[in-house]
Nanobody, 128 residues
Framework: QVQLVESGGGSVQAGGSLRLSCEASGYTGYTYSNYCMGWFRQTPGKEREGVAV????????RYTDSVKGRFTISRDNAKNTLYLQMNSVKPEDTAMYYC??????????????????WGQGTQVTVSS
């Protein structure tokens, strides 16, 4: 089974920056570069929200409207690692952030449908 481990979360002031990482291992059949990867977030009492997705090759990315222009998803396939660069963070960005892997990228950012493997999450807290 694919294992995903997030890191890089923490507390940051509004307007600051944070970079999340997700290291993948244990993939079989598919190599890491075959997987669509995504970042999702969730707060207590709210439905999980898709943040961004990136194709296996890194050839395309998609973002939810609320983070467009502020967050950047990227991947380093040689290191089996996914990243989320978070700039100009807002208190509304406070959430548990999860990375996930799936066979296909959705045509639109969704709540996680089609993603089969998930990390344990890393907490991001933005203070105003």
């Amino acid at each position: 089974q694919v294992q995903l481990v997030e890191s890089g979360g923490g507390s940051v002031q509004a307007g600051g920056s944070l970079r999340l990482s997700c290291e993948a291992s244990g993939y079989t059949g598919y190599t890491y570069s075959n997987y669509c990867m995504g970042w999702f977030r969730q707060t207590p009492g709210k439905e999980r929200e898709g943040v961004a997705v990136i194709s296996g090759s890194g050839g395309f990315t998609r973002y939810t409207d609320s983070v467009k222009g502020r967050f950047t998803i990227s991947r380093d396939n040689a290191k089996n690692t996914l990243y989320l660069q978070m700039n100009s963070v807002k208190p509304e960005d406070t959430a548990m952030y999860y990375c996930a892997a799936g066979k296909y990228c959705p045509v639109v950012v969704n709540t996680g449908q089609g993603f089969d493997y998930w990390g344990q999450g890393t907490q991001v807290t933005v203070s105003s």
